[in-house]
């Protein structure tokens, strides 16, 4: 499911109307002060190098779509230069009269390689832009079709597998468990996946939460893989809505509570705890999940601390690295933080502060 909605900025906002109207005026204005600037020439002293201001003149093409404009503007700007050379009368100071002037006129072929540069750099840069984004889209269908053509016969084998462990004799019920476990998480790296790769898509709402009941619903969710591997979750939310209150979006922040509490569980050995706690301080609201495991791998928790979870740590680490990494992602678009840190001998803590409401 596409969750379009946002959290006040989209992750591709519109180009405002304002730069574009600005920039519509600036060339009119330099029109203006052209033709001025042709008008003194032609009917005061022809001296002056009054060809220069046409410069900006031809700089405008920059802005224009059509890319015979430049030279247009430019063969416009040298003829008015000769034109100015002629009108009121052919200068006494004929020299310098021919200086200026093609000072005037090697200014302007000077503007107008300057912008043909410029067009021929941004119609490249726009090129490659399109590249790229028709590359990331064949990606995300890609991953869409084959994570839906993978799901649907994936959910049909858990099924059968959870059948057949009810009438399989206890050491064959331990190995389909595995399995199935197995599978589940597969069916969890590959949403994850996806998620990651639709974010540039997603745009979150900014709303009021409530993190302890959030962090309760997820905590109660996570009840039944947590059982099946002996583990226990307590909960020591807050139950004051007003002291939990956050600014967040509320399926973002359950998407990062399901991740790292599925973490937890996978982490955390038969017989440990996961703890969930929410925490307030003036500024900040803080959901916590704390495990009994072994920790995080090192690399992992130290990207995640300086927040430059790389790609690589993401393949290496499986799910555990995929699903931080798009918690992590989620975080900074809420302008919220995840952090982790491993405990000593207690396992891993990993964090979500959002801002306080």
Known sequence: MHHRDSFEQATKPPVPAGPARSFRWLVIALYFVSGLAFLSDIFRDNTLAYG??????VATAVFHRRRAGLWILSAAACLMVIVGALFPVIASDLPDMIGNRVLSILAIVATAAFVHHARAIQDRLAAE??????AERIKTEVLTNLSQEIRTPFH????VLTLTMASSK???REALA???????ELLATIDNLLDLTQIEERVLRRQTVDMSRIARDAADSARAAAKER???IALAADRDYDKAAAIGDSWALRRILDNLLANAVRLTPPGGTVSVSVARTRDTVTASVSDTGSGLPFGLARELREDALAP?????HGNTGTGLALSSRLARAMNGRLTADNQPESGAKVSLSLPAA
């Open 178 to 184: 595995r399995v199935r476990n197995d599978g589940k």
């Open 170 to 172: 206890p050491d064959q």
């Open 312 to 316: 690589d740590t993401m393949a290496a």
């Open 129 to 134: 832009t399109r590249r790229a984004e028709g």
């Open 230 to 232: 002996q583990i226990s």
């Open 156 to 159: 049909t084998l858990l099924g």
């Open 52 to 57: 220069i201001l046409y410069a900006p003149l």
